[in-house]
């Protein structure tokens, strides 16, 4: 079993940042596939970045400019780095982990995903 916690969310105005976490726990969490997917009321989960278990990086052609995927290797720690932030990126902003996923942005591939942590942009 898998649990995921997301937090650094928050309210920031236009042109801010944050760096969102999900602390991994659980079977096999060191060598899982992780992304990073946000979701808005009424529409479907979309995919940001993500990193497979053995480092490998898929960005969101939209968003790869200002969001960066990455991950500490020695406390099971995802990051999301989100620069430039603007009013659009307002969503909740969810980690997932699965295993040997062969599309890293659709969000059916995930197994595990944690509750999300809320992002507003002003």
């Known amino acids: 079993h898998v649990q995921l916690v997301e937090s650094g969310g928050g309210s920031v105005q236009a042109g801010g940042s944050l760096r969102l976490s999900c602390t991994g726990s659980g079977d096999g969490i060191a060598v899982r596939d992780m992304g990073w997917f946000r979701q808005v009321p009424g529409r479907e989960r979309e995919g940001v970045a993500t990193?497979?278990?053995?480092?490998?990086?898929t960005d969101a052609d939209s968003m790869k400019d200002r969001f960066t995927i990455s991950r500490d290797d020695v406390e099971d720690i995802w990051y999301l780095q989100v620069n430039d932030l603007k009013p659009e990126d307002t969503a909740r902003y969810y980690c997932?982990?699965?295993?040997?996923?062969?599309?890293?942005?659709?969000?059916?591939?995930?197994?595990?995903w944690g509750h999300g942590t809320q992002v507003t942009v002003s």
């Open positions: 997932a982990a699965g295993r040997s996923i062969y599309r890293p942005l659709d969000a059916s591939s995930y197994l595990y």
């Open positions: 990193i497979s278990g053995g480092g490998s990086i």
